[in-house]
C-alpha cells in the first residue's frame, strides 16, 4: 500500500532530520480506515503495519486519545503491560523507541505519524518541534488530496498558505461543514482549494467567512 | 485594588480542588479561572494563552470577549505583556497602558482604546520551563496589585498550570509534551463547534461558545465533549438552541 512517492519522501526526509532508524505514517479516520500510507523504509512499513494486524500500539493509542504518545523505551516494563504483543514484536524488529503524532486539525482526524528508532532514549528539545511540524506538513498533503490537488502544488502548498493556528480558520471550517453538509476534514479542504484557486492566504478566505461575506458553493 | 478577601481566595481554590478531582474538562477549567481571578481582584478582563512545543503561543481561555480579542491580537502582533512573561519567565506587573506605547506600540494603543487602563501577566511555569501566561487587564485608573496581589494572582496562574498537568507523574517532558498537543488541539475542537453553531442557529461566533458552554452545563456534560458532539453528529448545532 505504501506506493505514495512523495509522503515516502517525506518519511525519508523527516527519518534523517531526526536522527530515527524510520518514520511511516498511516492513514486513519473516524469512519474506521486504518492503512499504512507510506513509510521511509520496509522495516517501518512492517512496524507499522504491525499496530493494525495487532490491534494495539502507541499509533492507535494516539489516535484515540488525540494527542502524540511518545515512547522512549520499548523495553520498559509499564509499556509492556501497556501494549505486551506490540511491544515484544516491535522489539523484536529491533525498535527500541516511538513516537506517534497525530496527524489532525481539531476534530478532523486523517491518521498519525511514527517515528521509530533502534535505541531507547527521548526525542530532544529540538526535535519535538520538529517532529511535529513533520506531522502539520503531512495534514497538508493528506487534506488536499481529499479535493484532487496534485503532488506538484503540494510542495509549495505549505509556504503559500500554512493550516494555520488562527481562531477564524477552525470556526470556519465549522461553519462550512454546516453550510455544504460535508465533513471537518472535507470543510478545511474546500476551505484550502478556494484559496489556492483565488490565490488567497487562507486566514482572509476564513475570516470572510466568518463575517458571512463569502460562500463556498457545493460541488 | 482593594485586598484579596481570604475567604473568595478560600473558595476558589476549593472550587479548583474539587474540579481537579475528576476527570475534568480542562477548557471549561480555564475559563473558570479566568472569570474567578477576575473576580477576585476586581480586575476588567483575564485571558490565558498557552504555548506548544514550537513556542508558538495559542489563545486558551478569557472571562470575555474584549479579552479574548486582545489575546489574539497580542499573538498575531507578537507583543504585549502575555509574550513578555512567557519570554521572560518572569510576572509584568501594575503597567499604565497610557504610558506603555513605546514599550508595545501596537498593544498598548488598542487595550487603550477598548477601555483598559492597566496590565498585569503571569508565566505559566513547569519546572524551568514557561508553557503559557495570565494577562489580568484593570479599567480604573490605581487598579494596581499591591502586597499579596502578586503572589496570589501567581498561585491562581499555577492552577491553571496544574490544571494541565492532570496527571500527577508529569517527571518526563513527553507527557507534558502529550498533554499540551492534547489541550491545544481541544481548544481548536472548540472553535470549529463554534463555527459549526454560528451556522447552523444563525448567531455570532461568541455568542456560539455561550450556547455550546450553556449546553454543556445543563446536559452536565464536558465541553469539549459537547464541542467535538457538535462535530460529529450532523444536526446537533441546529438544536442547540431552543426557539
Same mark, same amino acid.
Given at each position: 500500500?505504501?506506493?505514495?512517492?512523495?509522503?515516502?519522501?517525506?518519511?525519508?526526509?523527516?527519518?534523517?532530520?531526526?536522527?530515527?532508524?524510520?518514520?511511516?505514517?498511516?492513514?486513519?479516520?473516524?469512519?474506521?480506515?486504518?492503512?499504512?500510507?507510506?513509510?521511509?523504509?520496509?522495516?517501518?512499513?512492517?512496524?507499522?503495519?504491525?499496530?493494525?494486524?495487532?490491534?494495539?500500539?502507541?499509533?492507535?493509542?494516539? +489516535? =484515540?486519545?488525540?494527542?502524540? $504518545?511518545?515512547? @522512549?523505551? %520499548? /523495553?520498559?516494563?509499564? !509499556?509492556? #503491560?501497556?501494549?505486551?504483543?506490540?511491544?515484544?514484536?516491535?522489539?523484536?524488529?529491533?525498535?527500541?523507541?516511538? +513516537? =506517534?503524532?497525530?496527524?489532525? $486539525?481539531?476534530? @478532523?482526524? %486523517? /491518521?498519525?505519524?511514527? !517515528?521509530? #528508532?533502534?535505541?531507547?532514549?527521548?526525542?530532544?528539545?529540538?526535535?519535538?518541534?520538529?517532529?511535529?511540524?513533520?506531522?502539520?506538513?503531512?495534514?497538508? $498533503?493528506?487534506?488536499?488530496?481529499?479535493?484532487?490537488?496534485?503532488?506538484?502544488?503540494?510542495?509549495?502548498?505549505?509556504?503559500?498558505?500554512?493550516?494555520?493556528?488562527?481562531?477564524?480558520?477552525?470556526?470556519?471550517?465549522?461553519?462550512?461543514?454546516?453550510?455544504?453538509?460535508?465533513?471537518?476534514?472535507?470543510?478545511?479542504?474546500?476551505?484550502?482549494?478556494?484559496?489556492?484557486?483565488?490565490?488567497?492566504?487562507?486566514?482572509?478566505?476564513?475570516?470572510?467567512?466568518?463575517?458571512?461575506?463569502?460562500?463556498?458553493?457545493?460541488? | 485594588?482593594?485586598?484579596?478577601?481570604?475567604?473568595?481566595?478560600?473558595?476558589?481554590?476549593?472550587?479548583?480542588?474539587?474540579?481537579?478531582?475528576?476527570?475534568?474538562?480542562?477548557?471549561?477549567?480555564?475559563?473558570?479561572?479566568?472569570?474567578?481571578?477576575?473576580?477576585?481582584?476586581?480586575?476588567?478582563?483575564?485571558?490565558?494563552?498557552?504555548?506548544?512545543?514550537?513556542?508558538?503561543?495559542?489563545?486558551?481561555?478569557?472571562?470575555?470577549?474584549?479579552?479574548?480579542?486582545?489575546?489574539?491580537?497580542?499573538?498575531?502582533?507578537?507583543?504585549?505583556?502575555?509574550?513578555?512573561?512567557?519570554?521572560?519567565?518572569?510576572?509584568?506587573?501594575?503597567?499604565?497602558?497610557?504610558?506603555?506605547?513605546?514599550?508595545?506600540?501596537?498593544?498598548?494603543?488598542?487595550?487603550?482604546?477598548?477601555?483598559?487602563?492597566?496590565?498585569?501577566?503571569?508565566?505559566?511555569?513547569?519546572?524551568?520551563?514557561?508553557?503559557?501566561?495570565?494577562?489580568?487587564?484593570?479599567?480604573?485608573?490605581?487598579?494596581?496589585?499591591?502586597?499579596?496581589?502578586?503572589?496570589?494572582?501567581?498561585?491562581?496562574?499555577?492552577?491553571?498550570?496544574?490544571?494541565?498537568?492532570?496527571?500527577?507523574?508529569?517527571?518526563?517532558?513527553?507527557?507534558?509534551?502529550?498533554?499540551?498537543?492534547?489541550?491545544?488541539?481541544?481548544?481548536?475542537?472548540?472553535?470549529?463547534?463554534?463555527?459549526?453553531?454560528?451556522?447552523?442557529?444563525?448567531?455570532?461566533?461568541?455568542?456560539?461558545?455561550?450556547?455550546?458552554?450553556?449546553?454543556?452545563?445543563?446536559?452536565?456534560?464536558?465541553?469539549?465533549?459537547?464541542?467535538?458532539?457538535?462535530?460529529?453528529?450532523?444536526?446537533?448545532?441546529?438544536?442547540?438552541?431552543?426557539?
Amino acid at each position: 500500500m505504501a506506493t505514495d512517492d512523495f509522503l515516502t519522501h517525506l518519511c525519508r526526509t523527516a527519518a534523517e532530520a531526526l536522527s530515527a532508524s524510520g518514520v511511516g505514517i498511516s492513514v486513519m479516520t473516524d469512519d474506521g480506515t486504518r492503512g499504512v500510507c507510506a513509510a521511509s523504509d520496509p522495516l517501518s512499513e512492517r512496524v507499522e503495519d504491525l499496530q493494525f494486524v495487532m490491534g494495539e500500539g502507541p499509533c492507535i493509542d494516539a +489516535f =484515540a486519545a488525540r494527542r502524540p $504518545v511518545l515512547v @522512549a523505551d %520499548l /523495553g520498559g516494563s509499564a !509499556v509492556h #503491560r501497556r501494549w505486551p504483543s506490540y511491544a515484544s514484536a516491535a522489539m523484536q524488529d529491533g525498535i527500541r523507541a516511538v +513516537f =506517534a503524532f497525530p496527524l489532525q $486539525v481539531g476534530a @478532523a482526524r %486523517l /491518521g498519525i505519524l511514527d !517515528v521509530l #528508532r533502534h535505541q531507547a532514549g527521548p526525542l530532544t528539545d529540538e526535535q519535538v518541534p520538529l517532529a511535529l511540524t513533520f506531522a502539520d506538513l503531512t495534514v497538508e $498533503v493528506l487534506l488536499d488530496r481529499q479535493v484532487g490537488a496534485g503532488n506538484s502544488d503540494v510542495t509549495h502548498a505549505p509556504a503559500a498558505v500554512d493550516v494555520g493556528h488562527r481562531a477564524e480558520i477552525f470556526q470556519a471550517q465549522g461553519m462550512v461543514m454546516v453550510q455544504l453538509g460535508v465533513s471537518l476534514g472535507e470543510a478545511l479542504s474546500r476551505m484550502r482549494a478556494h484559496a489556492y484557486a483565488e490565490n488567497r492566504p487562507l486566514d482572509d478566505v476564513a475570516r470572510d467567512i466568518v463575517a458571512r461575506r463569502l460562500h463556498l458553493d457545493k460541488d | 485594588m482593594t485586598t484579596v478577601s481570604a475567604e473568595r481566595l478560600a473558595a476558589i481554590f476549593v472550587e479548583a480542588a474539587d474540579t481537579l478531582v475528576d476527570d475534568f474538562d480542562l477548557i471549561e477549567f480555564l475559563h473558570m479561572l479566568t472569570e474567578r481571578a477576575t473576580h477576585l481582584v476586581g480586575a476588567a478582563a483575564t485571558g490565558l494563552v498557552m504555548a506548544d512545543p514550537r513556542g508558538r503561543l495559542e489563545f486558551m481561555a478569557a472571562s470575555d470577549e474584549g479579552a479574548r480579542m486582545l489575546e489574539l491580537f497580542q499573538l498575531q502582533n507578537e507583543e504585549g505583556p502575555c509574550l513578555e512573561a512567557f519570554t521572560t519567565g518572569q510576572p509584568v506587573i501594575n503597567i499604565d497602558l497610557a504610558a506603555a506605547a513605546g514599550r508595545w506600540p501596537r498593544f498598548a494603543p488598542r487595550a487603550t482604546s477598548a477601555g483598559y487602563q492597566s496590565v498585569h501577566a503571569f508565566p505559566m511555569r513547569v519546572r524551568e520551563r514557561v508553557i503559557g501566561a495570565l494577562n489580568v487587564f484593570g479599567d480604573t485608573k490605581g487598579g494596581t496589585f499591591t502586597g499579596a496581589d502578586v503572589p496570589i494572582m501567581q498561585a491562581l496562574t499555577d492552577i491553571a498550570t496544574i490544571g494541565l498537568l492532570q496527571e500527577r507523574t508529569i517527571s518526563q517532558s513527553e507527557i507534558l509534551t502529550e498533554q499540551l498537543q492534547g489541550a491545544l488541539n481541544s481548544r481548536i475542537v472548540v472553535e470549529q463547534a463554534k463555527g459549526a453553531v454560528a451556522q447552523a442557529c444563525r448567531v455570532t461566533v461568541d455568542e456560539a461558545f455561550a450556547v455550546i458552554r450553556r449546553f454543556a452545563r445543563d446536559h452536565n456534560r464536558k465541553l469539549t465533549e459537547v464541542a467535538r458532539a457538535i462535530t460529529e453528529e450532523p444536526g446537533l448545532a441546529a438544536r442547540m438552541i431552543v426557539r
